[in-house]
């Protein structure tokens, strides 16, 4: 696939086929991924995958984040608990869940550039997969902050920062692509600052 066609192409994916991505194939994105450009060579991008039964235990801690959000408060206890199965099934059909997260440098610089590499590295995977014939969904819901949740897939909340995570699976709909406004490139040509 040519470079501009899979950038310009790709589309974030939000109905997938049932069926899981072969193990091989994965390991190959996110590999590829990798050559993100990063500085010092810290190659911070982490990567947790959860499906199959794994994704049924991930779906339960993201309600159980929900709840202790207060996402239900004002609702019925029934309605409550439809809204939740509802959210939950709806998780458990998506077929891979992939958690990017890193470790949170103490240094702020270090930190934000860190930050800057993993979401390069988020977009190769979405470029990688695409050129597989396989969506993803880049989502970053109110859980990837939550200490417990965290806790709860064996993270630290002190120590790793998670930067997304990316529902992917071979679509069962493209969406239409949205347009792009015009990108304001200020090109300064000639002298800006006052010479005496
Ligand atoms: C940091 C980040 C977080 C996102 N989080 C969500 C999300 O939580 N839910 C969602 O439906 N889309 C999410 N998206 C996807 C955007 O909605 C999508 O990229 C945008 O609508 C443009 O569509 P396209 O990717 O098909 O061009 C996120 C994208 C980024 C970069």
């Known amino acids: 696939m040519e470079l501009y066609e899979a950038i310009t192409a790709r589309r974030s994916i939000h109905d997938f086929q049932p069926s899981i991505i072969a193990e091989e194939e994965l390991k190959e994105i996110f590999q590829l991924a990798s050559w993100a450009p990063n500085h010092r060579m810290k190659q911070p991008w982490m990567v947790k995958m959860f499906q199959q ?13 929900y709840k202790r959000s207060g996402f ?23 077929p891979h869940h992939a958690l990017i997260y890193m470790e949170r440098d103490q240094d702020v610089h270090r930190y934000e550039e860190d930050f800057a590499a993993v979401c390069a590295y988020i977009q190769n995977v979405q470029l990688a997969a695409w050129g597989k014939g396989i969506g993803v969904l880049w989502t970053s819901s109110p859980y990837i902050h939550d200490e417990t ?5 064996g993270l630290d909340k002190k120590k790793h920062k998670i930067i ?33």
Do not use: C, W
């Open 164 to 196: 997304g995570v990316l529902q992917m699976g071979y679509p069962s709909a493209i969406p239409r692509a949205k347009t792009r406004n015009p990108v304001p490139v200020e090109i300064q040509k000639d002298h800006f600052m006052k010479r005496s």
């Open 149 to 153: 949740f965290m806790d709860s897939i």
């Open 53 to 65: 039964e794994g994704a049924i235990d991930f779906a339960e801690q993201v309600i159980n984040s």
């Open 72 to 94: 239900t408060e004002g609702y019925s206890k029934e309605k409550a608990f439809k809204m939740m199965e509802g959210i939950k099934n709806f998780l458990v059909e998506i």
